[in-house]
């Protein structure tokens, strides 16, 4: 599945988010709305890897209340920070989630964006962190923090 960094980019990302992950993944119709995998003109010093993606509401998502349940917030963070793994390793790699904290800061009830960071990448774990912002007024809904397993192909 490992392609040439010079194909490489958010077609591939899209292309991977709809073919690896299970079925029920999909069911949450995540979209992927942008995509670093290299540091634009001017970045800061501490510039990550990483993406941008939306987890549109969805009423099956929701518990009492029409609150997007903290169950869909965590694999939406999850699958986000998979995502910027494929940015920061520029290609899909085999890895599989060793920790994810999810600290839940107010609830939502509409789209929700996910800003997933690659904090370090080594040849075997990879450490991330996720903020999810409510669509509606960009306020933080959560923080993630993640470690990563990177498994031989």
């Given at each position: 599945?490992?392609q040439?960094?010079?194909e490489?980019?958010?077609?591939?990302?899209?292309?991977?988010?709809?073919?690896?992950?299970?079925?029920w993944?999909?069911?949450?119709?995540?979209?992927i709305?942008?995509?670093d995998?290299?540091?634009?003109?001017?970045?800061?010093?501490?510039?990550?890897?990483?993406?941008?993606?939306?987890?549109?509401?969805?009423?099956?998502?929701?518990?009492?209340?029409?609150?997007?349940c903290?169950?869909?917030?965590?694999?939406?963070?999850?699958?986000?920070?998979?995502?910027?793994?494929?940015?920061?390793?520029?290609?899909?790699r085999?890895?599989?989630?060793?920790?994810?904290?999810?600290?839940?800061?107010?609830?939502?009830?509409?789209?929700?964006?996910?800003?997933?960071?690659?904090?370090?990448?080594?040849?075997?774990?990879?450490?991330?962190?996720?903020?999810?912002?409510?669509?509606?007024d960009?306020?933080?809904?959560?923080?993630?923090?993640?470690?990563?397993?990177?498994?031989?192909?």
């Open positions: 599945m490992q040439q960094a010079t490489f980019g958010i077609g591939e990302a899209r292309r991977v988010l709809g073919e690896v992950f299970a079925p993944v999909l069911d949450l119709n995540l979209s709305e942008g995509f995998f290299t540091p634009p003109p001017g970045a800061a010093t501490d510039w990550q890897p990483g993406a941008i993606l939306r987890m549109p509401f969805s009423e099956r998502l929701c518990r009492n209340g029409g609150v997007v903290g169950q869909a917030l965590m694999a939406f963070a999850d699958t986000s920070m998979v995502i910027a793994n494929l940015a920061a390793n520029r290609g899909y085999p890895m599989t989630t060793v920790d994810q904290t999810t600290h839940f800061m107010r609830a939502v009830t509409g789209d929700v964006l996910a800003d997933a960071r690659v904090v370090r990448l080594g040849r075997t774990m990879s450490f991330g962190r996720v903020t999810l912002l409510s669509a509606t960009n306020k933080p809904v959560a923080m993630v923090s993640s470690a990563f397993a990177m498994l031989n192909a």
